[in-house]
């Protein structure tokens, strides 16, 4: 067994099935502990939303936290987002700009204050309305604006820098701690992750449970360095992690 970096959404992913979730978190505390292998936890929640969950399920401290879809990274237990992270994001954002096309489409509903973060603006948008995207898109590529859209679980539309989501927060990190591709596996079930499978060639596992967005995308673009379990939520982690060999 060797060190390995181990990169996870929480919802619906590392969470969702309890029991399964205090066997993997034991597992991956007792392989950090004995080789040095690095957990961060990679979620589309804000500060607010991401400690609520971590009090209900008493979720262990990672290496880094990576909150807000990519935009925020936390380095061993900091309140504050690491600056170098953010300057990188900050070139061309303006989100008094995107909110002033943003709001002459009524089907887009603000997210809750708590939602909207200093690289990242919000909506609820629901499924049967989705066919405005385009449009949206487009207008709002003629400000020039470096952003992109992110798209979830029919209902989450984020919209951040064009340098940021979670596969480049991810990337950012492994460069920094230098770990190899083949030595770092991603975990995700749905939209706001495929830029954890896409970014590079990273081991990748995708859960039993996964969304329609996530398993068209991954038909449509297979790798065989990625696994699409059969179990949910952690056990589909487990499942992965002893296909791939980082685990026994
Ligand atoms: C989380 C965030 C929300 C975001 C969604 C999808 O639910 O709270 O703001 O839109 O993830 O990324
Ligand atoms: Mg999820």
Excluded at 128 to 149: A, R, V
């Amino acid at each position: 067994m060797t060190k390995f970096l181990f990169v996870t959404d929480l919802d619906h992913t590392f969470v969702g099935d309890d029991q399964a979730l205090l066997e993997l978190s034991d597992r991956l505390q007792r392989h950090r502990a004995e080789y040095g292998t690095k957990i961060v936890y990679s979620t589309g929640r804000s500060p607010t939303l991401y400690q609520e969950l971590q009090l209900q399920k008493n979720l262990f401290s990672p290496d880094a936290l990576v909150l807000s879809v990519g935009t925020e990274i936390y380095l061993d237990g900091s309140n504050n987002p690491d600056p170098q992270w953010s300057s990188i994001l900050s070139q061309g954002w303006d989100s008094q700009k995107i909110l002033s096309i943003t709001e002459q489409f009524p089907e887009l509903v603000l997210q809750p204050d708590t939602e909207q973060r200093p690289f990242k603006v919000s909506f609820f948008l629901k499924a049967e309305l989705s066919g405005i995207l385009p449009q949206l898109e487009s207008e709002l590529q003629k400000t020039k604006l470096n952003i992109k859209l992110i798209y979830s679980s029919g209902i989450d539309l984020d919209i951040l820098p064009l340098t940021s989501d979670k596969g480049q927060a991810m990337q950012f990190l492994r460069q920094k701690w230098e770990f190899a591709a083949e030595q770092t596996v991603v975990c995700g079930d749905s939209g706001n992750d495929i830029a954890l499978f896409a970014v590079g060639r990273e081991r990748g596992i995708i859960v039993g449970n996964a969304r329609p967005e996530l398993i068209q995308w991954h038909n449509q673009n297979p790798a065989d360095y990625r696994y699409l379990a059969q179990n949910r939520c952690a056990a589909g982690i487990m499942e992965g992690l002893t296909y791939f060999g980082f685990l026994e």
